[in-house]
């Protein structure tokens, strides 16, 4: 089990892989099972991940393909590859909203601030395939002790 607690707000994720899917448990112990998508190891696959950013959002329906290519081929990638960034991961929950959810084990929190991280997330492909973002949610959290 991998557990993280958010910087901002009252908020916990645990993430229990005895399952046949992730499965993401919030503090109100509500359960999300998520499929995964994408796994790839980062620049820091070797360190301590000290932080998880996650990214959870629905797309508009006819930006869907699009959206799912970006990701696959350019941006978790870009993102896997930024130093600090020690692996990322893509899931689908299904049922349930918001459908995807990118999420990024880093070294450090200033990793998300970094002239290469700010790269990678400055593309054109990625300027057009964020305006299709739905419900998005940005969550910075720490390791749990």
């Known amino acids: 089990m991998r557990a ?8 916990s994720y645990r993430y229990l892989n005895e399952l046949p899917q992730w499965v993401q448990e919030d503090t109100n112990n509500s359960v999300f099972p998520l499929q995964t998508l994408q796994t790839l190891s980062g620049s820091a696959a070797q360190q301590v991940a000290g932080f998880h950013y996650v990214v959870e959002t629905d797309v508009l329906p006819d930006m869907e393909a699009e959206f799912n290519a970006w990701y696959e081929q350019e941006h978790l990638p870009g993102l896997a590859s930024v130093p600090g960034t020690v692996r990322a991961v893509r899931y689908r929950q299904e049922p349930g909203r918001p459908r995807y959810w990118a999420c990024y084990d880093l070294v450090h929190a200033e990793v ?29 959290f720490r390791r749990a002790p």
């Open 112 to 140: 998300l601030g970094s002239p290469a991280w700010l790269k990678v997330r400055a593309t054109p492909w990625s300027d057009r395939v964020r305006p299709a973002f739905r419900n998005t949610q940005r969550t910075l």
């Open 4 to 11: 993280w607690n958010a910087l901002e707000q009252d908020l």
